[in-house]
């Protein structure tokens, strides 16, 4: 389970609804172009809190059919109704996920006790690893080392999905569960975190950027940092268009411009105006 995992997005036509042909398209472009070792399904980049749970289940089940075993899947079931994350959970497990992965609850400011119980509640209902995904900026929690601690000792929790700029927390994680995996989130970030010894990485800009992703984490286990310094910052300047350009739309716009049908995102993401897809035009000639 270590390496870089894509953090796929996902193909919706004009009415919002999954469109097959172009989410199998991402998948095979991040297996065949990107040569990513994973893919992090249902995640913020697909859209998954915009999603119905069925199309959550379309979604898992389109991946797993064009995927088979040709890179480990993770399947993101975290949702608001434990009830959907369970079924979520069991569904993805069925279909053959080697691993689930639940963000922290979020919205009605659960205290830590009610963070611990969700996550041991869709444990106990499936037979199948859990990777905690943590993104304080989105959900606003945030865990200390104490209370990754606590969520570790389920021994289906097999790590944690680390979005968050905070490298001395990363570091005390790292150091007091070396057998746990810890995913870096942020891209722009990754060979600072990979310094840090993590497991792997998860992240949205890899369906446009994982080879160059895939270097930056194999220089860096090798102590190549001078040369990842260069391709990282190659990809921040990249991140950086993409970010003012508006995250998921770019991306989807660059995959269009490779020739990978990526559609549209789902209301209430706006459009990318002409202006802005001419820029993402430009970015898929510069970088990808
Ligand atoms: C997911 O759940 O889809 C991703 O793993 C989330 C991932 O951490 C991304 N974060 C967000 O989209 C909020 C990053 O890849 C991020 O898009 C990238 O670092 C640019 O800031």
């Avoid at 690893?129 to 606590?150: C, H, R, W």
């Avoid at 060979?191 to 497991?199: G, P």
């Avoid at 993409?242 to 991306?251: D, R």
Wanted: glycine letters at 6%.
């Amino acid at each position: 389970m270590n390496g870089i995992f894509t953090a796929l997005i996902c193909s919706f036509d004009e009415k919002g609804q999954v469109n097959e042909k172009g989410l199998r398209e991402i998948v095979r472009h991040n297996i065949d172009v990107q040569k990513v070792d994973g893919l992090y399904v249902n995640g913020s980049s697909g859209e998954n809190f915009l999603m119905s749970a069925d199309q959550k289940k379309k979604v898992f089940e389109i991946v797993k059919d064009e995927v088979k075993d040709e890179v480990k899947l993770i399947a993101q079931v975290g949702a608001l109704d434990i009830d959907e994350a369970v079924e979520l959970a069991q569904y993805a497990t069925n279909l053959g996920y080697d691993a689930l992965s639940a963000v922290t609850p979020f919205y009605y400011r659960f205290d830590f006790e009610e963070v611990k119980d969700y996550y041991n509640t869709i444990l106990e209902n499936v037979d199948n690893k859990m990777i905690i995904y943590s993104i304080p900026a989105l959900t606003g929690v945030s865990m200390n080392l104490d209370q990754f601690a606590e969520l570790f000792e389920n021994e289906k929790v097999i790590g944690v999905k680390f979005t968050a700029p905070d490298f001395f927390l990363l570091e005390r994680i790292r150091h007091a569960f070396p057998d746990k995996l810890i995913y870096s989130g942020f891209d722009e970030m990754l060979l600072s975190a990979a310094v840090l010894n993590v497991d792997g990485a998860i992240g949205s800009t890899f369906n446009v950027n994982g080879q160059r992703a895939k270097q930056i984490y194999a220089l860096a286990k090798e102590s190549r940092i001078d040369e990842a310094r260069e391709i990282q910052k190659v990809t921040n300047d990249l991140i950086a268009e993409i970010l003012a350009n508006g995250l998921y739309q770019t991306i989807k716009e660059i995959l269009k411009a490779k020739g990978v049908d990526a559609g549209y995102c789902r209301k209430p993401m706006k459009r990318l105006t002409e202006d802005k897809v001419k820029n993402a035009k430009a970015m898929a000639v510069k970088y990808c």
